[in-house]
T-cell receptor, first 115, second 113 residues
C-alpha cells in the first residue's frame, strides 16, 4: 500500500519570504501522480499543483513550484513571495494510474504566514 | 459552474440517529468519491463510484455506513445508527473520469453527541 508522509506538522513563514513544505511517499509503482492541496479555514480542498511521475521537469504554478525527486520519493512544495492568504493546511497526495483514481493523503502541514 | 455541492454544511445529531449526507457532483463528471477527515486519521477515502457503480468501498468503516448513487447527479452517504466517533468532516469529490483531477465539495461537518 502507498503511504504519504508529511513530517512537518506546522511551518511558519514571514510575509514575502519563501517556504518549503516537505513530502515523502512510498510506492512500488512507476506511473503515478502527485498533488498538493490547500485547505484554508473554509475547509474547501483546493488543488495547488500536480506532477506526473513520468515528467522530469518540476511543475510550476505562479508562486508555487515543486521539487520532485523520483528516486528519493520526495515531493516538496515551494511557496515564493508568501502572502497572508497562503495560510492554510497543505496536504500532499499520491495517486496511482493503475487502479481507479484513489488519492492517498499525507497528514498535512499547517502553514502560518506572519505579517 | 457551481462546483460540487454538499448538504447540509453542518449536522448535529444524537447518538443512535440516522444521518444522511448528500452530494451533487459537477455536471458531466462520472466519478464520485466520499472522504472523511478527522484529526486522528486525516483524510481517508471511504468509497468511490464510477458511472454510478460503486468500485471500491474498502474504506467504509463498518456496516453502519452505506453509500448510494442512484443517478449521475446525486449521491448519499448514510450512517445508521450514528455514534460519537463518526464525528468528522465528510467530503465529496468528483472527476471527469477516474484518472482526472478530483474537485472537492465544501464538506459536511458532522457532530454526533
Amino acid at each position: 500500500a502507498q503511504t504519504v508522509t508529511q513530517s512537518q506538522p506546522e511551518m511558519s513563514v514571514q510575509e514575502a519570504e519563501t517556504v518549503t513544505l516537505s513530502c515523502t511517499y512510498d510506492t512500488s509503482e512507476s506511473d503515478y501522480y502527485l498533488f498538493w492541496y490547500k485547505q484554508p479555514p473554509s475547509r474547501q480542498m483546493i488543488l495547488v499543483i500536480r506532477q506526473e511521475a513520468y515528467k522530469q521537469q518540476n511543475a510550476t504554478e505562479n508562486r508555487f513550484s515543486v521539487n520532485f525527486q523520483k528516486a528519493a520519493k520526495s515531493f516538496s512544495l515551494k511557496i515564493s513571495d508568501s502572502q497572508l492568504g497562503d495560510a492554510a493546511m497543505y496536504f500532499c497526495a499520491y495517486r496511482t494510474n493503475n487502479a481507479g483514481n484513489m488519492l492517498t493523503f499525507g497528514g498535512g502541514t499547517r502553514l502560518m504566514v506572519k505579517p | 459552474d457551481a462546483g460540487v455541492i454538499q448538504s447540509p454544511r453542518h449536522e448535529v445529531t444524537e447518538m443512535g440517529q440516522e444521518v444522511t449526507l448528500r452530494c451533487k457532483p459537477i455536471s458531466g463528471h462520472n466519478s464520485l468519491f466520499w472522504y472523511r477527515q478527522t484529526m486522528m486519521r486525516g483524510l481517508e477515502l471511504l468509497i468511490y463510484f464510477n458511472n454510478n457503480v460503486p468500485i471500491d468501498d474498502s474504506g467504509m468503516p463498518e456496516d453502519r455506513f452505506s453509500a448510494k448513487m442512484p443517478n449521475a447527479s446525486f449521491s448519499t452517504l448514510k450512517i445508521q445508527p450514528s455514534e460519537p466517533r463518526d464525528s468528522a468532516v465528510y467530503f465529496c469529490a468528483s472527476s471527469l473520469a477516474y484518472y482526472n483531477e478530483q474537485f472537492f465539495g465544501p464538506g459536511t461537518r458532522l457532530t454526533v453527541l
